[in-house]
């Protein structure tokens, strides 16, 4: 049976586009090569679905245009998205920074994708890897391994290459190309930096050790948690701050902030000058933290002058370290990069050179923050393709 629309992918953009789109009355199939949908979905937010933030801004997102994404995120809102959460029955919270989580378990945001589209009348059908994609007189024809299905419009909502083994792949990207549709290189974003040999020496001992931080480049800062890892720096401030990084950067790390940690060290001189370095900054730091910063000079605080109390704790306040690469897409929450914006209609996301094909969600150059954003990018691309195709 020819279809209205056809939707590669059964991710987080490709279901909730579905089922709006086959609310319009369009004969809708939804191809996912994976063997069940949604598999990104049930990771995220570490199983309990981070599906979006109440603090959605268009500067809370990466793209060689800026300006791309607002025409979506202002048509469909986090308020419309929480709604229908709970039209379904299902209770979540806010944990930090707005981002908004289910109580129970991400399955649920699954479920209630899939019964939206079973109401709606969708068709999902998993194990149904995509070989092809050819424009024809009357739309497209999209070619699996043992049948060709015709639609009058395509959807693209295949995602990135981030988390390979989840079965991510850049099919999106190769598929825009082969419409003539510029892409813009894709890289690892929202992942753990990795640190040179001669820097783990030094920092690889406090793997474990967390710490609130600031941590950035250039104007751009994120005030979270930091994590020391084996093989380098985590954390969410790590993560959103290397969505930013390019290679060669060093970031700037600011290990307490909020603090004045010189003027610590010197009030602490004059009440205790027996004191070491250590203790004082293991008030304001992880002890294990502590004492590697202050490992440096082990002699206590009469032993110091002022200047080199003032210097160490002023170098801890801007700490520059240059990381020798991320994690890779292997780690990445997301892709960074993908199809050209300048390809495509913000007010539809629709190809404006091969008119009926759209790409939404993750494959496209809109990279959110961690918290919920690329979620929320998902829904708003998707329902700004769903009224059109």
Sequence with gaps: MPYDVVIL???????FCAFHTARRGRRVLVLEHND???????????????????????????????????????????????????RHGIAWHEKTLGQ????????????????????????????????????TPNGFTVRLREESIEAASVVVATGG????????????????RQFDIKVIAPRPALAPLTLNAEDLRIWSPLSGVAATVRAGIGTRAFDERMLFTHRGLSGPAILQISSYWEPGQTLQIDLAPGQDIAARLLAQKRENSRAFPRTVLSQYLPERL??????????????????????????????????AGTEGFEKAEVAAGGVDTAELSSQTMEAKRSPGLYFIGECVDVTGWLGGYNFQWAWASAFAAAQAA
């Excluded at 306040?317 to 240059?322: A, F, K, S």
Aim: with cysteine.
């Design 100 to 135: 908004l989580f289910c109580d129970d378990s991400a399955q649920q945001i699954v479920d209630m994708l899939l019964n939206e589209c079973s109401g709606a009348g969708a068709v999902i059908q998993c194990d149904s890897p995509v070989s092809s994609v050819t424009r």
């Design 290 to 323: 502590a004492v590697t910063w202050a490992s440096g000079d082990p002699r206590p605080l009469f032993q110091m002058t002022d200047a080199a109390l003032r210097e160490l704790g002023e170098e801890l306040h801007r700490w520059r370290i240059t990381p």
């Design 9 to 15: 992918g059964a991710g987080a953009a490709g279901l």
């Design 161 to 176: 290459p981030s988390i390979p083994k989840l079965g991510a792949t850049g099919f999106a990207y190769d598929l825009a």
């Design 36 to 86: 069940r949908p949604g598999k990104k979905i049930l990771i995220s937010g570490g199983g309990r679905c981070n599906f979006t933030n109440l603090d959605v801004r268009p500067e809370c997102f990466l793209s060689a245009n800026k300006h791309f994404a607002k025409s979506a995120l202002a048509r469909y809102k986090p308020g419309e998205f929480i709604a229908l959460v709970e």
